[in-house]
């Protein structure tokens, strides 16, 4: 089954042939790290002996809501699996030793991530929220504060939340209307109501760390008024001794179409008065400390939805391998009476190479990512600033476009199985259900595609742009000197060519400053540089596997022959879901460009009372 989560060959390529992960490890940053190959076996068996059995249960229990206690109780395996995830250290794998991290690289981190969500989302996402609260709290506590809370978030004896959602304040997070009073002795009295909150409530750990955004009373409006508090379930001694329980109270979970065994919690604070609560960092900088928290569910809610993408693929071309119907279109008439499998029809076919080409450009992408992120760790200067840009570029493109196409991907993954793909049977309609949501949170998608315009294009001058195109020129040269390889290299030359000058249009749209049309334009806008982006990751991938299976290939091996060796059916596979993705699927953004360079702007002048009679 672990197989069917996510390919680890293709893992390998991306970590070994592609990013040539060995020379990144020889940095002294890495030096202790080794055998990364054995941690994504140990990751891939304990994903599916540990994880995996988690998935049926969260699915059709899901979490229950007792109103009399105001607890949330998860179905009964996730505590066993949780304290396996916890001994196993995989929370801090990429973190340092000081704060009790392995110093793993957060490419391979990504790679474990990957896995682990295809395999647990349940347990392990609620598991990264606490992640990233200690990581805020590493940069932003105090000495005390990270004893206390820090060290044991990473650890994972405590689990922590991100509040920032309320009724009247979800997209637009300035609207934030939970309040802080100062107390005499330096903390803080909390009152307010945040919704959605993910793993709110829950059974799993003694306590539960909140990380709430809400404005001291007086401050400024808007996001620069907003502070970060540090709210306990319980309060502790400072060794971590429980002791009373603080005015946080949970009143009930979202009852949801998906991800039924993640608990999403309403939780009022401060009902009864009595809700203490310690600032965090700096007073008004909140929205700043609360970013770092964010960037980096980002990311990985983009790897989520990777993951689904993964998930769905595997499993669809396993149902359609063994799903027999109709007769063959390849065979001569006389022998077409015999059923095939589905696998071998061209319309099946054609959605798998879909889903293949958007799982393993997407996966290429976001280990390409968390590179970036390795590299400015182990820069400085403008170099490191050179990797950070690259990464603040990347961030919206990875979370909005991977969990867009997940919906699609699942969705085909869907169609390939026909009738039994929308029966719960089979896992196609839950991964289609369980990805819907992370197109929406940590920021919708629309949201996304503006924080890209907005600030790491227009505000940006385009600059890390321009480096981003560098790179895609250098492999569109490296392509290009390989004859064979020539034609989808300047396939992706066009497509890249015209996104540029997308640019110059969107410059001028912002000179004179038209500001409805540059936000109509902003979602398409990410979904075409989304796809300039994984043509270049194909592009790059057919730059190493097409020579591989040249070598293999001796003297023009058939294909079919070929294809039985073990590595020649991989690079095969490989060419033709490059090809198949550069000659097929990139030919429709250039459509979308269009789209974008157009004056006509039918969505600026569509009015609210138009909509409907
Ligand atoms: C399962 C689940 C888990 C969640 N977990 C958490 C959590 O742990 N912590 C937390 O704080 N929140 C959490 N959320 C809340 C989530 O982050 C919000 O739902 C999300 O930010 C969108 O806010 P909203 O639902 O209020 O939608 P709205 O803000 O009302 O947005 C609705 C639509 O309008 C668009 N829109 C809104 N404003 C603009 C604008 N200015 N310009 C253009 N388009 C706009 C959006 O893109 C979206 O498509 C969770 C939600 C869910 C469903």
Redesign the pocket.
């Known amino acids: 089954m672990a197989t069917l989560l996510v390919d680890k060959r293709d893992q390998l390529f991306v970590l070994n042939e592609m990013l040539h992960i060995e020379e990144l490890c020889r940095h002294p940053k890495f030096k202790e790290v080794s055998g990364f190959e054995m941690v994504l076996t140990e990751a891939h068996r304990f994903a599916r002996s540990v994880f995996l059995p988690t998935i049926e249960p969260g699915d059709r229990e899901g979490c229950a809501f007792d109103p009399k206690t105001a607890s949330v109780k998860l179905p009964e395996c996730f505590q066993s699996a949780y304290e396996k995830f916890k001994e196993g250290g995989w929370l801090a794998m990429c973190d340092s030793r000081e704060v009790g991290g392995d110093g793993f690289p957060m490419s391979i981190g990504t790679a474990v991530a990957e896995i682990f969500y295809a395999a647990g989302f349940y347990i392990f996402g609620a598991a990264e ?1 606490c992640h990233a609260g200690a990581k805020v709290l590493e940069l932003f506590g105090t000495d005390d504060q990270k004893a206390l809370y820090m060290t044991r978030l990473y650890s994972g004896e405590w689990m922590g ?5 309320e009724p009247d304040a ?3 997070v300035g609207a934030i209307q939970s309040t802080a009073t100062p107390n005499a002795d330096g903390t803080y009295r909390l009152t307010g109501t ?1 919704i ?3 793993a709110g409530e829950h059974d799993l750990t003694p306590n539960i760390i909140h990380m709430v955004l809400a404005r001291v009373e007086g401050d400024s409006p808007g996001t620069r008024g907003l502070s970060l508090f540090i709210v306990p379930k319980y309060l502790s001694d400072d060794n971590g001794n429980l002791g009373e329980r603080n005015d946080v109270v949970c009143t009930g979970i979202e009852r ?1 179409m998906g ?1 039924h065994g ?1 608990p ?1 919690c309403t939780i009022a604070f401060g009902d009864k008065g009595h809700c203490t609560a310690y600032l965090l960092g700096e007073r008004g900088k909140g929205i700043m400390e609360m970013f770092h928290m964010m960037n980096e569910q980002r990311l990985l809610v983009g790897v989520q939805g990777l993951s689904y993408t993964s998930a769905a693929f595997l499993h669809a071309v396993e149902y359609a391998r063994n799903r027999k119907q109709g007769s063959s279109v390849y065979a001569a008439r006389s022998e077409a009476e015999e059923q095939v499998t589905i696998v071998t029809h061209p319309d099946i076919k054609r959605m798998l190479l879909t889903m293949k080409a958007y799982a393993e450009g997407g996966r290429a992408l976001a280990y390409y990512i968390g590179w970036c992120i390795d590299h400015a760790g182990v820069t400085d200067g403008q170099e490191r600033e050179r990797w950070h840009g690259l990464v603040g570029l990347l961030t919206p493109v990875l979370k909005a476009y991977l969990t867009d196409n997940a919906w699609q991907m699942t969705g085909l993954a869907i169609q390939c199985a026909g009738g039994n793909g929308y029966c719960s049977d089979y896992p196609f309609e839950r991964l289609a259900r369980d990805c819907k ?1 992370a197109a ?8 996304q595609a ?1 924080d890209l315009l907005f600030r790491k294009l227009l505000a940006d001058k385009f600059v890390h742009f321009s480096e981003l195109m560098k790179q895609i020129d250098q492999t569109i040269i490296v392509a290009g000197s390989n004859s064979s390889l020539e034609s989808c290299a300047n396939a992706v030359k066009d497509i890249k060519d015209k996104l540029e000058q997308v640019v110059t249009h969107l410059i001028a749209l912002a000179e004179a400053k038209n500001m409805p049309s540059l ?1 109509a334009k902003a979602a398409p806008l990410l979904e075409t540089i989304g796809d300039v982006i994984l043509g270049w990751m194909h592009l790059w991938q057919l730059t190493i596997a097409y020579p591989r299976l040249k070598e293999l290939d001796g003297e023009e091996t058939e294909p079919e022959t070929l294809c039985k060796k073990k590595d020649g059916a991989f690079y095969y596979g490989k060419v033709a879901c490059a090809r198949f993705y550069i000659e097929t699927l990139l030919k429709r953004t250039d459509g979308k460009i269009s789209e974008l360079r157009s004056d006509a702007d039918p969505v600026v002048y569509m009015f609210d009372k138009s909509f409907s009679g």
């Open positions: 929220l939340t991100m509040c920032l959602t979800g997209s637009d945040k959605f909150i993910s949801k991800l993640f999403t949501v929406i949170y940590e920021g919708a998608n629309g949201i503006i936000y």
